[in-house]
């Protein structure tokens, strides 16, 4: 099976990148499942319900988030109703929705995603590491492919994971830096790792955002009103092949097209 994750999609951007990129990378490189992390989607912060279905029209099987997976009120009431997107698996009990899906493939094959946030310099969660552990206990009885989204902001606490993980999950993918990392690996026990995918959209902006009002807020100190930067687009995401029946990981490759 091969599985393509797709990196931080920042507005319309981003979504035109995967429109033009998907459908090739299906066909050239016969991936099976592609997944991506949508808390970007609508105008750089959050993601609404039409914009969620787009996506699943652009090819994607599931959709993660992260920090801002509530920025738009309407969602709240969508996420229970579409279990294919996903918010932190460490959220308190009663949140909205939920943090974990198992894909079952047309070939009859399964493939679980299970959604992490971490706590260094983000919102105060759950602990991560003790609800992986949690999860992991219920969705091996379902799948034994697992790819987790560690979305998070210190690489520190994103390696910890994936060591943490080693040789129970398949892969530990980062996302929410929206800078693509250079150390795709398998670790020792043999999880695919990527610290972070990288994002999808706006090529010349700071992270997505144009670069003069990034570059505003640094020089005076001052709040800005953020808004995604327009032109060429760079798309990036991660491409792991695995062993569904046995979990296994069997290489993982970066992928970064400029359009």
Known sequence: MKVLFIGDIMGEPGRRAIARAVPRLVSQRQVDVVIGNGENVAGGFGITPELAEELFELGLVVITTGNHAWDKKEILDYFPREPRLLRPANYPTGVPGQGSYVIETPSGEHLAVLHLMGRAYMPTLDCPFQ?????????????????????????????????????????????????QTADEQILPKGTAYLTD??????????????????????????????????????????LVELEARLGKALSIERIRIVD
Not at 145 to 158: L, Y
Not at 209 to 232: D, H, N, Q, Y
């Open 131 to 179: 609800v992986a552990k949690k999860e992991l206990a219920s969705l091996k009885k379902r799948a034994s492919a697992i790819i987790v989204d560690m979305h998070a902001e210190a690489t520190s606490e994103k390696m910890a994971m994936g060591h943490y993980l080693d040789g129970e999950v398949t892969a530990v993918v980062g996302t929410h830096t929206h800078v």
């Open 197 to 238: 995918i990288g994002m999808t959209g706006p090529l010349h902006s700071v992270i997505g955002v144009k670069k003069e009002l990034a570059i505003e807020k640094f020089l005076t100190g001052m709040p800005r009103r953020f808004e995604v930067a327009s032109g060429p687009t760079v798309f990036c995401a991660a």
